[in-house]
């Protein structure tokens, strides 16, 4: 009979493309993987992989049997949701990721409210960004996450996921207080054409929508320092190093010194809540959705 850990182990690097990525995405050593492998190509009389110069790629046979493996394990998943269903218990084990600012500003009240309700479920949490967040979801590592777009930039996502939404996030502009539209009501991104940028990292979703953003008003933006949250941006700002976006969630206390203004034209990011779609009847599942949606509805 074929083992499942097995499996799971030639799933992931049929996922991954190498052992490596595969030993990342499932916490376990290469070596572990190596022999995991090993195992079933001796479990199944067939080889399974042959080297690709320094790394490996699946054999004929290794592709249709990871075909299978992607199959069964979902067929796992189903059968894991059914049972938790007809025992309509919310228990077990349930994974959550968001990105920072939602991680700062959900999180302590949606893992309090979940652990006083729940006290069966064991939540385990984790920071990632949006694109790490969703393929963890595709590779099994997370069991649910926050994730976000943007009101003029959606976050593509997989076949086979589910989505719900939590929040829509406004955000303004934040500047030192001495700057020159700090006394505004409102203001127009065109007006910040010669700012210095406090942004996110090269390559991050919100990096490149902002760049994006500007770009589509005609703004080449001047790029001066990069933080991943939003109190690092904050205080950069409050040192007059530059402007950055602050959206609300997760945004308070703002620092002394600095001033946030709202857009002419509002700016929103959507927040919201993805997983397996084999995996949708789990009550630990609606559980969790349903702790984010009441902890941003006291965000008000």
Not at 122 to 141: A, C, H, Q, Y
Not at 172 to 189: I, N, Q, S, T
Not at 248 to 254: A, C, D, S, Y
């Amino acid at each position: 009979m074929l083992n499942l850990d097995r499996l799971r182990t030639l799933d992931a690097l049929a996922r991954h493309g190498s052992v490596s990525g595969a030993a990342e995405g499932l916490h376990i050593t290469t070596s572990a993987v190596s022999q995991q492998l090993s195992k079933l190509e001796r479990e199944v009389g067939q080889q399974l992989l042959a080297k690709n110069g320094r790394g490996v790629r699946l054999t004929d046979a290794g592709r249709l049997l990871a075909e299978h493996a992607a199959r069964i394990l979902s067929q796992v998943e189903l059968a894991q949701s059914d049972l938790e269903a007809h025992r309509g218990q919310v228990v077990g084990e349930l994974r959550l990721s968001a990105f920072p600012t939602a991680a700062r500003g959900l999180f302590p009240t949606v893992l309090s409210d979940l652990r006083a309700a729940h006290p069966a479920l064991r939540v385990r949490s984790s920071e990632l960004e949006p694109e790490r967040g969703i393929s963890g979801v595709v590779r099994g590592d997370v069991d649910l996450a926050v994730v976000l777009d943007w009101y003029n930039k959606p976050l593509p996502l997989p076949d086979g996921l589910v989505k719900a939404p939590i929040l829509d996030d406004p955000a303004d502009v934040a500047m030192p207080a001495g700057h020159r539209l700090a006394g505004r009501e409102e203001v127009d991104l065109a007006e910040f054409a010669e700012d210095e940028w406090i942004t996110w990292g090269e390559g991050e979703f919100c990096h490149e929508w902002l760049l994006y953003t500007l770009r589509s008003r005609g703004i080449e933006p001047i790029i001066g320092h990069r933080a991943a949250e939003t109190h690092t941006q904050l205080g950069l700002v409050a040192a007059g190093l530059g402007v950055c976006i602050a959206p609300l969630l997760g945004r308070h206390p703002v620092p002394d010194g600095v001033v946030t203004v709202p857009l002419r034209q509002r700016v929103r990011r959507h927040v919201y809540v993805v997983w397996r779609a084999d995996a949708d009847r789990r009550p630990s599942i609606r559980a969790a959705v349903g702790a984010l949606r009441a902890a941003a509805e006291r965000l008000g």
